[in-house]
């Protein structure tokens, strides 16, 4: 259990010396992610406070994930360069989404944060998937009506949530198999048919250390590498 909890810790541990590179994409990357098609399937807080990650994590400055952030005005957050990119404010909700219903429906059997403190009210959205499969026209909608200072918030609770959940387990609690019909249950993808799919190709038989090492962290790493491609376009 220590050797996972240094891996989540890791993922949002501060890199800022990777950030000139991940910030400034090759021209090549950025027409390949132009010509790709298809997205994944108030004043804010966002980008103007020392940042979810910090707050979340109680550290005394911004991390990675808040320096990239740092400084970004609304129209900023919710922009769409190209078809094929993911907005700021969209990347944000699905991190948030998804770790909230990774954590919270897949590991533990629980409650998601999403249903405690009429978070979608808040959110202004009535979206209650995680964002994978949806259209881009979806992504459209998350991008224009999403509720920053709220979204802020929400990222906030969610990170705590899964800290304590990771600091409670034990050894044994990362044994066997997730239980992947929960998400179909939970109405977690954007697209029922297309989240029965996921389910049996890539859920299906996961064991619960998995969730954490090949699927959550590393998830949080990509979309954190889009956010520079969706400034510089």
């Known amino acids: 259990m220590s050797d996972l909890r240094l891996l989540y810790a890791l993922v949002w541990a501060d890199r800022s010396h990777l950030l000139p590179a991940v910030a400034k994409p090759s021209p090549t990357a950025s027409s390949a992610r132009r010509c790709s098609g298809k997205a994944e399937s108030g004043s804010s807080n966002v980008g103007k406070t020392p940042g979810h990650v910090a707050a979340m994590s109680g550290a005394a ?59 979608p009210t808040r959110l202004n959205l009535t979206e209650r998937d995680m964002g994978s499969g949806m259209t881009s026209a979806q992504v459209d909608i998350i991008s224009a009506h999403v509720a920053l200072p709220a979204l802020h918030d929400y990222l906030v609770a969610v990170g705590r949530r899964t800290r304590a959940v990771l600091t409670g387990l034990r ?63």
């Open 61 to 119: 400055r911004p991390l990675l994930a808040d320096r990239v952030l740092v400084g970004l005005d609304e129209a900023q957050l919710r922009a769409r360069p190209a078809s094929c990119l993911n907005s700021i404010a969209w990347l944000l909700w699905h991190l948030a989404r998804s770790e909230d219903v990774l954590i919270n429906v897949l590991l533990t059997g629980g409650p998601q944060i999403l249903d405690i403190g009429g978070w």
């Open 171 to 233: 050894a044994d609690d990362w044994r066997g198999t997730v239980e992947p019909d929960r998400l179909l249950a939970a109405g977690a993808f954007a697209n029922p048919e297309d989240g029965v799919r996921r389910v049996a190709t890539f859920w299906r038989g996961r064991t619960r250390d998995e969730l954490l090492i090949s699927a959550l962290a590393p998830h949080n790493c990509q979309h954190l590498g889009e956010a520079p491609c969706t400034l510089r376009n």
